[in-house]
C-alpha cells in the first residue's frame, strides 16, 4: 500500500529554522502538498504542487522535493507556527488522494 | 472571501445514516472540484471523497467506499455527503475541501462533527 511517513514530531527555538519531510513509500514519487493545522482549526495548504506557496503564506514556508522524499522549511519559526503539519499526494493511478501521519512541530 | 459551511453533524446510532452538507460562498463553486476529509479526536487527516466540478466524476477512501456517497448541487452552491452503515470508526469532524488541478486542496471549511451515542 501506498505510505507516507513523516516525523511524529520536530522541535525548534524562535528565530531558527524547522524542516519536516515526507517520504513516499511503495510507489513512485509523487506531487506533495502541505497544510497547516493549528489547535482546534481546520488545516490550511501553506505548499502546493511541490514548492508552490498560496497567496497570503508568508514566504518563510518553502518546499521542496528530491525523489521520494519531500521536505516543507519554516525559516525564523515563530510563536504561531505551532501547528500539525501533513504532507498529501494524490496517486492517480487509484485516484486516491492520501496524507502523511502529520508532524506536531513545537516552538521551544 | 471564500466561505465553506459544513452542517448536519450529530449524534447518530450505529448502523444508522446522515447527510452532511457543504454550502459554498465566496467562490463560483461550479468551477471547483471538492473533497470530503475528516479527522477523528485527536488522530490525522483522513481523505474521504473526491467530486469533479460537474459531478460526473467520483472517488472514495477505502474505509467509506460502498457506504458514503459523494454528490453536488451546482445551482444551490451546494456539496453533500450521505453516509450509511455508520459506526463507532466513522466518529469525526467532517470537512469540506475545494479542489486544485494538481490534486491539492485549497480551502477548507471549519467542519462539522459526528459522533456516537453508545
Known amino acids: 500500500s501506498y505510505v507516507l511517513t513523516q516525523p511524529p514530531s520536530v522541535s525548534v527555538a524562535p528565530g531558527k529554522t524547522a524542516i519536516i519531510t515526507c517520504e513516499q513509500i511503495?510507489?513512485?514519487?509523487?506531487?506533495v502538498h502541505w497544510y497547516q493545522q493549528r489547535p482546534g482549526q481546520a488545516p490550511v495548504e501553506v505548499i502546493y504542487?511541490?514548492?508552490d506557496r498560496p497567496s497570503g503564506i508568508p514566504e518563510r514556508f518553502s518546499g521542496s522535493k528530491s525523489g521520494n522524499t519531500a521536505t516543507l522549511t519554516i525559516s525564523r519559526v515563530e510563536a504561531g507556527d505551532e501547528a500539525d503539519y501533513y504532507c498529501q499526494v494524490w496517486d492517480t493511478l487509484f485516484d486516491l488522494r492520501l496524507f502523511g501521519g502529520g508532524t506536531r512541530l513545537t516552538v521551544l | 472571501q471564500v466561505h465553506l459551511v459544513e452542517s448536519g453533524g450529530g449524534v447518530v446510532q450505529p448502523g444508522t445514516s446522515l447527510t452532511l452538507s457543504c454550502a459554498a460562498s465566496g467562490i463560483t463553486f461550479g468551477i471547483y472540484s471538492m473533497h470530503w476529509v475528516r479527522q477523528a479526536p485527536g488522530k490525522g487527516l483522513e481523505w474521504v471523497a473526491f467530486?469533479?466540478?460537474?459531478?460526473?466524476?467520483?472517488s472514495y477512501g477505502d474505509s467509506v467506499s460502498g457506504r458514503f456517497t459523494i454528490s453536488r448541487d451546482n445551482s444551490r452552491n451546494t456539496l453533500y455527503l450521505q453516509m450509511s452503515g455508520l459506526s463507532a470508526d466513522d466518529t469525526a469532524v467532517y470537512y469540506c475541501?475545494?479542489?486544485?488541478?494538481?490534486?491539492?486542496?485549497?480551502?477548507w471549511g471549519q467542519g462539522t462533527l459526528v459522533t456516537f451515542s453508545s
Open positions: 467530486i469533479s466540478r460537474d459531478g460526473v466524476k467520483n
Open positions: 504542487d511541490n514548492t
Open positions: 475541501a475545494t479542489g486544485r488541478e494538481g490534486g491539492s486542496l485549497e480551502f
Open positions: 511503495n510507489v513512485g514519487s509523487r506531487t
